[in-house]
């Protein structure tokens, strides 16, 4: 089993900056990809960008040159940084974690991110 414990959420003015935070423990060893995903009230769950054990990553068009994720092997932590923050960007935002074995998916339990205007 793996656990992902966030934090890093908050309320921000247009513009500004925030970093979130994800550690995850347990049986990483299978895991193998680790990501952000967002959703609004009333939205789907979109992934936002992902990082792949090899380093490769992958961003959502609409925080492409704003956002960058990151991660520390040691510490088995991802980050996201988030600069240019938007009002759309108000979200709640979790961390996720693809596996190769059961259940598959692991999930944060969500930090919410809102952007004032």
């Known amino acids: 089993q793996v656990q992902l414990v966030e934090s890093g959420g908050g309320l921000v003015q247009a513009g500004g900056s925030l970093r979130l935070s994800c550690a995850a423990s347990g049986s990483i060893f299978r895991l193998i990809a680790m990501g952000w995903y967002r959703q609004a009230p009333g939205k789907q769950r979109d992934l936002v960008a992902q990082i792949t054990n090899g380093g490769r990553t992958n961003y959502a068009d609409s925080v492409k040159g704003r956002f960058t994720i990151s991660r520390d092997n040691a510490k088995n932590t991802v980050y996201l940084q988030m600069n240019s923050l938007k009002p759309e960007d108000t979200a709640v935002y979790y961390c996720?974690?693809?596996?190769?074995?059961?259940?598959?998916?692991?999930w944060g339990q969500g930090t919410q991110v809102t952007v004032s205007s």
């Open positions: 996720h974690a693809p596996s190769t074995n059961f259940p598959y998916h692991y």
